[in-house]
């Protein structure tokens, strides 16, 4: 069964567009199954975004991880917490415990809004927890190793980046730092995700390297008129569903529960040689690294050996 989730695209000379290649899907599918290379051909390669639904419904991991099970088993883990403010990221240190316990708290909590504004809540993401804990692997099993490129199949779970937060919890729209491809994994609860192809970009109030000012939910059109023209997806990801993003894809992503996901940014030849076309417009000299890193990696087929401890931060890179 394929279900469809409308977009559409309209073209433009954004640079961030050119010369990464913008597919101009004009729509998200939403399919119950797919092989290996009909992911790599249709979607991966073709630069559409995609969402499986159930794709990792079979998973240990489905029905055992929550809020309480990471405060068993991983507690005394020190973790970043993110709060946003205004633009700002600060950071703040918490044992995973003491953070698992405010989730757990807050899900207590009476009246909640999930489309309250929550940019301010403490949000553990974006954090390497299956490469420190590497027994939470087994509870991703058959993970599909084969959607990502070779060299990051055999230790997957290093490269993945972990979220937990609760309701109303939000990232703003951005992109992935990287220009790579992401893979994104719903464990427990749901999200909400507004996305956008690259070519829209130039209409959602662009600032710094890779966020936007425009807030997909509640646009304010009089600062940003030309969002009018944009046409984005709005999907709902829940527990034991895939979604894939091709690189550059703008997206908003707001908790509709307690939520616990975790992503995999991924390089392929093509993706890595785009993303390094644009060292000189605007990418960051740390992304420009950890590109390169990739290049050797994916292009040069260097050992992982040699890369992986290279790449390591940038699993905890805050841009």
């Known amino acids: 069964m394929v279900a469809s989730i409308a977009a559409r695209t309209q073209n433009s000379n954004d640079p961030l567009v050119s010369p990464m290649r913008d597919s101009g899907w004009s729509f998200v599918q939403a399919l119950d199954s797919i092989s290996d290379q009909e992911f790599a051909d249709n979607y991966r390669d073709a630069m559409r975004p995609v969402l499986l639904r159930g794709g990792c419904s079979d998973w240990a991991a489905c029905k055992l991880w929550s ?14 917490v993110k709060t946003l403010n205004n633009g700002e990221i600060n950071v703040s240190s918490w044992k995973l415990a003491e953070y698992a ?27 390497p927890l299956l490469g420190l804990i590497e027994s939470l692997a087994e509870d991703c099993q058959p993970f599909p190793a084969d959607f990502l490129s070779p060299s990051y199949r055999r230790h997957w779970w290093r490269y993945s980046q972990f979220f937990m937060g609760p309701k109303g919890a939000i990232t703003p729209l951005h992109f992935d730092t990287l220009l790579s491809h992401n893979l994104f994994f719903q464990v427990f609860g749901a999200k909400q995700f507004t996305l956008l192809p690259p070519s829209q970009g130039i209409h959602c109030g662009r600032r710094g390297w890779r966020w936007f000012d425009v807030d997909p939910e509640q646009p ?11 046409t984005p997806a709005v999907i709902t990801v829940n527990a034991g569903d895939i979604l894939y993003m091709p690189p550059g894809t703008l997206h908003h992503v707001r908790s509709l529960s307690t939520s616990i996901s975790f992503a995999i940014d991924f390089h392929t030849k093509q993706s890595v040689l785009d993303a390094l076309a644009h060292s000189n417009n605007g990418m960051p000299n740390e992304v420009i690294h950890y590109n390169s890193i990739a290049a050797l990696s994916v292009i040069g087929e260097i050992d992982e050996r040699i890369t992986f401890p290279l790449y390591t931060p940038y699993l905890s890179y805050i841009s």
Do not use: N
């Not at 809020?67 to 970043?80: C, I, Q």
């Not at 316990?101 to 929550?118: H, I, L, P």
């Not at 304010?220 to 944009?230: I, S």
């Open 67 to 80: 809020p309480h099970y990471f405060e068993k088993v991983a507690g005394s883990v020190t973790v970043p």
């Open 220 to 230: 304010d059109y009089a600062r940003f008129p030309e969002y009018k023209g944009t």
């Open 101 to 127: 316990r405010f989730v757990k708290d807050s899900e207590q909590c009476k009246g909640g809004d999930s489309k309250s504004v929550a940019t301010a809540t403490p949000y553990c993401h974006d954090i």
